[in-house]
């Protein structure tokens, strides 16, 4: 009745005031950086690691040159373990804490979060400590006599997917945990009811049924993966760089900012890339906003 | 749930803000209370800041880096005058120089100049120092841990050794590593002929597999907790590491060594210069060269401060790299941009 | 094999797995925890030198590691209050009115949650570059404010797509005006949705290093001073403040968690 009196009321102010400040706040702080890192991906250098402002596609050739593809492979390779070991023991393990120890799940789940209340640095700096030469892994091996020297192993690939694995692992929970805990029991029990395995019942039902919960996981997985710098350095060694480190070391000690933005724009690129194959596959961006 | 994680959110608000009893105040432009430093890691010692903080009640932030083109790249980036005291290497203050980036230093201030070791000053980089003032210096030298190693390695050369797999801390450093390769083949550092570079290259990538760890930070690290056997870095950390274990040992390569000499040099436009002027007078002072020397053991141009530090830094040879080694040594130098971006390649290609 | 036997072997099989992954998630936890007592004195602090409690009194004369703690709280509430404002706004404005370039902001507020930090770093890096804007505590606010507002809108739509209009319109109808309807009765309805919001930007602002790297100039967040101490060595004052900060929040969880059960009953 009264309701009628208020749409004609004017929408304008409201409107403005309520979305004007994130439209100015989106505008500034990511459409204009972004913009102004796509301009300068065209940009050159001169001897002085000064910025000319002149259109070129020397920055793009030079990522295309073999050296640059390798590394852009071995990002990748690392992001891909990242995420399938992620999904191997994420899977059973968010599984378990939903449906089989379900009375306890809440503090199940919370246990996960907790470590992640201390810094992320120095949970990886532990990781460090223990697998170092005269770290404590070491240390029981040599007591142990199982070993006669130390085992190396820091500073390699494996290492650097552990410690992506290890601060990635939520990411991957956390979404499983959304999905799984969603699946309705009655289709469950339909299922058995109507003969069907436990293995079938998994592979028919419950994976379909929670496989968006495994995709929006390995987006959340894999394209942070790709930017970890700090992972690949301190257990890496720089042995095991990604593409995160390319674009750190342009912006810093190699003093070559259009080149940097040249890599931060392919790592866009293939982001988006990731982000299409998920829609196609059915994934929906909200899950992804957790 | 929520409800605890948001009880958790004010305890740790609490937490902090119980913390902040007695903060200190930001720091900002003007009354020169403050000092902005921006300088090489495990290079300047707290208690050296802390001595000046006490003596002249100026705050002092310090900020590290581990690479020459690590502090221009930030220097950079910043506004005008966000550090007031940066430490350049020879070749990064002749940079500095030729873009403008340097303020002249008021000699009247510092005095204590005086204590400084007349072969160090008036160099070629910047004659007459103008712009800056040597601090600290050394060699890019290699260690040993002979509890593991029994060779005897005596040159650059050696590393290269395939049979040294794994097991090598190199600094994270392009023109050190690179030109550190060249010199095995008995090249300069500052090569730019584009034959011999591509030689380089390939030297370079042969010692891929030696690499264990790239450290500018504190290569001391790896040598000491055991990870890497083998250490081409600055000849300090060498000094420090074989006090903790003595069985680690320093060689000066056969080829000439990498040489390098750090200086003070105040970025144009700071805003708290005459707490600059303060700061290195404070540092030229023999007292500090001797706290310096005593903490971070590299060759030291301040005459007075190492006579402070007697017989046992002198004579020293990872402490106090010996006449020869200076004078078969080679200092990096600026090269042409195409030639650097050469190396740029060669480094990306090493590194991954 | 009967069918008990089996049972009682995968819930051992289950037992095992999920106390595996566990012990692979606190495992550096527990390390550093025990470094927190390590009697050492000299970098890079690895050796283990005896058992000590100095390090937790050293603590609270480490000035500049106690101010780089102040600062990341600080930086996290600040940046936590003006994302949950703008954030919440937007969200409510965005579910009332239609406007054109609704969906172009849609797609906007994905690209912090999706895209990799490192970019964000940069391309902020950039933008402040260019335009003078000295690197400091402004900056980090800016940009931590940035990665979250996403996570509010969020959580706020979320709460929205329950949201019953029919208690504003009675608001309204009874004369209260715009302003005061939206804080009366619609924040209120929201708040969990708004609360999730805010945690999340907390969360993720005191753990931030990548955007922070970048955005820092020389401020010293807490990550960012322990990345420092990586490169010369860890001393166990850090691990000691990470032991305590670890302590309070699992002492707070575990205590409100049975607390709510108690309420419950």
Same mark, same amino acid.
């Given at each position: 009745?009264?309701?009628?009196?208020?749409?004609? #009321?004017?929408?304008?102010?409201?409107?403005?005031?309520?979305?004007?400040?994130?439209?100015?706040?989106?505008?500034?702080?990511?459409?204009?950086?972004?913009?102004?890192?796509?301009?300068?991906?065209?940009?050159?250098?001169?001897?002085?690691?000064?910025?000319?402002?002149?259109?070129?596609?020397?920055?793009?050739? #030079?990522?295309?040159?073999?050296?640059?593809?390798?590394?852009?492979?071995?990002?990748?390779?690392?992001?891909?373990?990242?995420?399938?070991?992620?999904?191997?023991?994420?899977?059973?393990?968010?599984?378990?804490?939903?449906?089989?120890?379900?009375?306890?799940?809440?503090?199940?789940?919370?246990?996960?979060?907790?470590?992640?209340?201390?810094?992320?640095?120095?949970?990886?700096?532990?990781?460090?400590?223990?697998?170092?030469?005269?770290?404590?892994?070491?240390?029981?091996?040599?007591?142990?006599?199982?070993?006669?020297?130390?085992?190396?192993?820091?500073?390699? #690939?494996?290492?650097?997917?552990?410690?992506?694995?290890?601060?990635?692992?939520?990411?991957?929970?956390?979404?499983?945990?959304?999905?799984?805990?969603?699946?309705?029991?009655?289709?469950?029990?339909?299922?058995?009811?109507?003969?069907?395995?436990?293995?079938?019942?998994?592979?028919?039902?419950?994976?379909?049924?929670?496989?968006?919960?495994?995709?929006?996981?390995?987006?959340?997985?894999?394209?942070?993966?790709?930017?970890?710098?700090?992972?690949?350095?301190?257990?890496?060694?720089?042995?095991?760089?990604?593409?995160?480190?390319?674009?750190?070391?342009?912006?810093?000690?190699?003093?070559?900012?259009?080149?940097?933005?040249?890599?931060?724009?392919?790592?866009?690129?293939?982001?988006?890339?990731?982000? #299409?194959?998920?829609?196609?596959?059915?994934?929906?961006?909200?899950?992804?906003?957790? | 749930?929520?409800?605890?994680?948001?009880?958790?959110?004010?305890?740790?608000?609490?937490?902090?803000?119980?913390?902040?009893?007695?903060?200190?105040?930001?720091?900002?432009?003007?009354?020169?209370?403050?000092?902005?430093?921006?300088?090489?890691?495990?290079?300047?010692?707290?208690?050296?800041?802390?001595?000046?903080?006490?003596?002249?009640?100026?705050?002092?932030?310090?900020?590290?880096?581990?690479?020459?083109?690590?502090?221009?790249?930030?220097?950079?980036?910043?506004?005008?005058?966000?550090?007031?005291?940066?430490?350049?290497?020879?070749?990064?203050?002749?940079?500095?120089?030729?873009?403008?980036?340097?303020?002249?230093?008021?000699?009247?201030?510092?005095?204590?100049?005086?204590?400084?070791?007349?072969?160090?000053?008036?160099?070629?980089?910047?004659?007459?120092?103008?712009?800056?003032?040597?601090?600290?210096?050394?060699?890019?030298?290699?260690?040993?841990?002979?509890?593991?190693?029994?060779?005897?390695?005596?040159?650059?050369?050696?590393?290269?050794?395939?049979?040294?797999?794994?097991?090598?801390?190199?600094?994270?450093?392009?023109?050190?590593?690179?030109?550190?390769?060249?010199?095995?083949?008995?090249?300069?550092?500052?090569?730019?002929?584009?034959?011999?570079?591509?030689?380089?290259?390939?030297?370079?990538?042969?010692?891929?597999?030696?690499?264990?760890?790239?450290?500018?930070?504190?290569?001391?690290?790896?040598?000491?907790?055991?990870?890497?056997?083998?250490?081409?870095?600055?000849?300090?950390?060498?000094?420090?590491?074989?006090?903790?274990?003595?069985?680690?040992?320093?060689?000066?390569?056969?080829?000439?060594?990498?040489?390098?000499?750090?200086?003070?040099?105040?970025?144009?436009?700071?805003?708290?210069?005459?707490?600059?002027?303060?700061?290195?007078?404070?540092?030229?002072?023999?007292?500090?060269?001797?706290?310096?020397?005593?903490?971070?053991?590299?060759?030291?141009?301040?005459?007075?401060?190492?006579?402070?530090?007697?017989?046992?830094?002198?004579?020293?040879?990872?402490?106090?790299?010996?006449?020869?080694?200076?004078?078969?040594?080679?200092?990096?130098?600026?090269?042409?941009?195409?030639?650097?971006?050469?190396?740029?390649?060669?480094?990306?290609?090493?590194?991954? | 094999?009967?069918?008990?036997?089996?049972?009682?072997?995968?819930?051992?099989?289950?037992?095992?797995?999920?106390?595996?992954?566990?012990?692979?998630?606190?495992?550096?936890?527990?390390?550093?925890?025990?470094?927190?007592?390590?009697?050492?004195?000299?970098?890079?602090?690895?050796?283990?030198?005896?058992?000590?409690?100095?390090?937790?009194?050293?603590?609270?004369?480490?000035?500049?590691?106690?101010?780089?703690?102040?600062?990341?709280?600080?930086?996290?509430?600040?940046?936590?209050?003006?994302?949950?404002?703008?954030?919440?706004?937007?969200?409510?404005?965005?579910?009332?009115?239609?406007?054109?370039?609704?969906?172009?902001?849609?797609?906007?507020?994905?690209?912090?949650?999706?895209?990799?930090?490192?970019?964000?770093?940069?391309?902020?890096?950039?933008?402040?570059?260019?335009?003078?804007?000295?690197?400091?505590?402004?900056?980090?606010?800016?940009?931590?404010?940035?990665?979250?507002?996403?996570?509010?809108?969020?959580?706020?739509?979320?709460?929205?797509?329950?949201?019953?209009?029919?208690?504003?319109?009675?608001?309204?109808?009874?004369?209260?005006?715009?302003?005061?309807?939206?804080?009366?009765?619609?924040?209120?309805?929201?708040?969990?949705?708004?609360?999730?919001?805010?945690?999340?930007?907390?969360?993720?602002?005191?753990?931030?290093?990548?955007?922070?790297?970048?955005?820092?100039?020389?401020?010293?967040?807490?990550?960012?001073?322990?990345?420092?101490?990586?490169?010369?060595?860890?001393?166990?004052?850090?691990?000691?403040?990470?032991?305590?900060?670890?302590?309070?929040?699992?002492?707070?969880?575990?205590?409100?968690?049975?607390?709510?059960?108690?309420?419950?009953?």
């Amino acid at each position: 009745m009264g309701s009628k009196r208020h749409n004609i #009321r004017s929408n304008i102010l409201p409107k403005v005031f309520m979305v004007g400040p994130i439209t100015l706040w989106l505008g500034f702080l990511i459409v204009i950086p972004l913009l102004y890192v796509l301009v300068m991906s065209f940009c050159g250098t001169d001897e002085y690691y000064n910025i000319v402002y002149k259109f070129t596609l020397e920055n793009y050739k #030079r990522l295309f040159a073999f050296n640059y593809l390798e590394i852009y492979a071995q990002s990748l390779l690392i992001a891909f373990f990242t995420t399938v070991i992620c999904i191997l023991l994420g899977y059973p393990f968010a599984y378990l804490i939903t449906r089989k120890f379900t009375r306890k799940k809440a503090i199940l789940y919370m246990m996960v979060i907790i470590p992640f209340w201390t810094n992320s640095l120095i949970r990886i700096y532990g990781w460090r400590t223990f697998l170092g030469a005269t770290g404590f892994l070491n240390n029981l091996l040599m007591d142990l006599h199982l070993v006669t020297k130390p085992v190396e192993f820091l500073f390699n #690939r494996g290492t650097t997917i552990l410690g992506m694995v290890y601060c990635l692992f939520p990411f991957m929970v956390i979404p499983l945990y959304s999905a799984i805990e969603k699946l309705d029991q009655n289709l469950l029990e339909a299922s058995a009811d109507l003969g069907a395995k436990g293995r079938n019942t998994f592979f028919k039902v419950i994976l379909p049924l929670t496989i968006s919960g495994v995709f929006a996981g390995s987006i959340m997985v894999f394209i942070p993966c790709l930017g970890y710098f700090f992972v690949s350095d301190i257990l890496g060694g720089g042995n095991a760089d990604v593409i995160g480190n390319l674009i750190k070391r342009q912006f810093q000690s190699g003093n070559d900012w259009p080149l940097g933005s040249a890599l931060s724009i392919i790592l866009i690129l293939i982001t988006l890339l990731l982000v #299409r194959i998920y829609q196609k596959l059915g994934g929906s961006m909200e899950s992804l906003g957790m | 749930m929520k409800k605890t994680l948001i009880i958790s959110l004010v305890t740790l608000i609490l937490a902090g803000l119980f913390t902040g009893c007695g903060s200190k105040t930001d720091s900002e432009a003007g009354g020169d209370k403050t000092l902005n430093i921006f300088v090489w890691t495990e290079y300047v010692p707290d208690s050296v800041i802390q001595k000046f903080e006490d003596e002249t009640g100026i705050q002092v932030n310090v900020s590290t880096y581990s690479s020459n083109e690590d502090m221009l790249a930030k220097v950079k980036s910043e506004t005008e005058g966000a550090y007031d005291i940066v430490q350049p290497s020879d070749y990064m203050v002749q940079q500095m120089i030729a873009q403008g980036m340097c303020e002249e230093l008021d000699k009247t201030k510092l005095t204590n100049i005086t204590n400084m070791n007349e072969a160090y000053l008036n160099l070629s980089y910047d004659p007459g120092n103008v712009y800056s003032i040597p601090y600290l210096g050394g060699a890019g030298a290699i260690a040993v841990n002979t509890d593991v190693i029994k060779d005897d390695i005596t040159s650059y050369a050696d590393l290269f050794d395939p049979k040294y797999a794994d097991s090598l801390v190199v600094l994270d450093d392009f023109r050190a590593v690179i030109g550190m390769a060249a010199k095995s083949l008995g090249y300069s550092m500052n090569e730019t002929d584009p034959t011999k570079l591509a030689e380089i290259k390939a030297r370079t990538l042969e010692l891929k597999n030696n690499i264990k760890l790239y450290d500018s930070d504190s290569p001391k690290s790896a040598l000491i907790s055991g990870d890497c056997t083998l250490a081409y870095c600055w000849s300090a950390e060498i000094a420090l590491a074989m006090e903790e274990n003595p069985a680690i040992k320093i060689v000066y390569p056969s080829e000439g060594a990498y040489l390098f000499l750090d200086n003070w040099v105040v970025p144009k436009g700071a805003k708290n210069y005459d707490a600059a002027m303060q700061f290195i007078n404070f540092m030229m002072e023999a007292e500090t060269a001797q706290m310096v020397g005593e903490e971070f053991p590299y060759l030291n141009p301040n005459a007075a401060g190492v006579a402070l530090l007697g017989e046992d830094f002198s004579s020293n040879i990872a402490k106090n790299p010996p006449a020869e080694v200076l004078q078969k040594g080679e200092f990096v130098e600026n090269i042409d941009s195409d030639s650097l971006a050469a190396y740029d390649e060669i480094w990306t290609e090493l590194k991954q | 094999m009967n069918r008990k036997t089996k049972r009682k072997f995968t819930d051992f099989i289950s037992v095992l797995f999920c106390g595996g992954i566990y012990a692979f998630l606190f495992l550096p936890i527990v390390v550093i925890v025990i470094n927190s007592f390590n009697a050492t004195t000299s970098k890079p602090y690895l050796t283990w030198k005896g058992f000590t409690f100095e390090w937790y009194v050293k603590l609270f004369s480490n000035e500049t590691l106690l101010d780089s703690f102040r600062t990341t709280i600080t930086i996290a509430l600040v940046s936590m209050i003006i994302s949950v404002i703008v954030g919440t706004i937007a969200a409510v404005g965005m579910y009332k009115y239609k406007f054109r370039g609704k969906n172009i902001i849609d797609g906007l507020l994905y690209i912090p949650v999706v895209i990799p930090e490192i970019v964000l770093g940069i391309s902020m890096l950039t933008l402040f570059a260019k335009a003078s804007i000295p690197r400091g505590m402004l900056t980090l606010i800016l940009a931590h404010a940035t990665f979250s507002i996403p996570f509010v809108v969020f959580n706020v739509r979320a709460r929205l797509a329950d949201y019953d209009n029919s208690i504003e319109e009675a608001s309204l109808d009874l004369g209260a005006n715009r302003i005061k309807t939206f804080i009366n009765i619609t924040v209120p309805v929201l708040a969990p949705g708004i609360g999730g919001g805010a945690l999340m930007a907390f969360t993720l602002s005191i753990d931030d290093v990548i955007i922070s790297y970048f955005t820092n100039g020389q401020v010293k967040t807490f990550p960012l001073k322990v990345m420092e101490s990586i490169k010369s060595g860890v001393s166990p004052d850090i691990n000691a403040l990470s032991t305590l900060i670890l302590l309070g929040t699992a002492l707070i969880v575990f205590l409100t968690q049975s607390g709510i059960f108690r309420k419950n009953k």
